[in-house]
């Protein structure tokens, strides 16, 4: 059996937040550059907390996506000279290609990163924001600095045997119960390094730049206006 292992890893395989703050006030406000430093803290939470439902839009509208996927069925988790019955296969990729998307769901994070906040008055202030999303692409690609041996090993040895040779009965027929609880084995090592890699990654891509939105500050707190530009 040639690297049957590496196949099945690769079936599953192939398948900074803020920055510098620009504040600028219109000719003639009477404010400080010390308090619209300290306001500028309290407007970039107030935003944050005031666009949570937009995040949650959006998030809810990639994990749509996501499972609209895998609903597809595309994936093929599976190779073709591992002999088990067709209910069973069917079986395990149902298992596996949702806990592969359920690792993807759970680390869809969206955010938002305040360039600019020009003060128009000392209770109005104007916030040009970039949408941010994490970037999930960059997590897999950590994989990479993982090699297929270190991983092969890791299995090979929870699984109880002690080189790949030893696999060669999953290409045959019979010992079904056996090829299943390799094959569970193998797959949620994958998933469970996948996973690592996901939420381990800090890296963002902006999918919507220079947006705007007018806070006020009313009662002392600040809070986005519902009408945004």
């Not at 005031?50 to 949650?56: A, F, G, V």
């Not at 938002?112 to 960059?138: G, P, Q, R």
């Not at 092969?152 to 027929?173: C, Q």
């Amino acid at each position: 059996m040639k690297k049957l292992l590496f196949v099945m890893m690769l079936a599953v395989m192939g398948n900074g937040f803020a920055g510098t703050i620009t504040l600028q006030k219109n000719k003639g406000v009477q404010i400080s550059q010390e308090v619209m430093e300290s306001e500028s803290s309290k407007i970039e939470k107030a935003l944050q907390r005031d666009l949570q439902p937009i995040s949650k839009i959006i998030s809810n509208y990639a994990i749509a996506e996501m499972s609209k996927e895998v609903g597809k069925g595309n994936m093929n988790l599976f190779d073709k000279d591992i002999k088990i019955s067709s209910s069973r296969k069917k079986e395990l990729e149902e298992k596996y290609q949702k806990k592969l998307i359920d690792a993807f769901i759970s680390n869809v994070s969206i955010s938002f990163s305040v360039k600019k906040i020009k003060f128009i008055d000392e209770n109005t202030a104007d916030v040009v924001y970039d949408m941010k999303m994490k970037d999930l692409n960059k997590g897999l690609e950590s994989l990479d600095k993982i090699s297929d041996e270190d991983i092969a090993s890791i299995i090979l040895k929870k699984a109880g045997y002690n080189s790949e040779d030893e696999l060669d009965f999953m290409e045959k027929p019979g010992n079904e119960n056996e090829k299943i609880r390799v094959i569970n084995i193998v797959y949620d090592e994958l998933i469970n390094q996948i996973e690592i890699a996901l939420k381990n990654t800090t890296s963002e891509i902006v999918i919507e730049k220079n947006m705007s939105g007018i806070l006020k500050k009313v009662n002392g707190e600040w809070g986005l206006l519902d009408e945004l530009k």
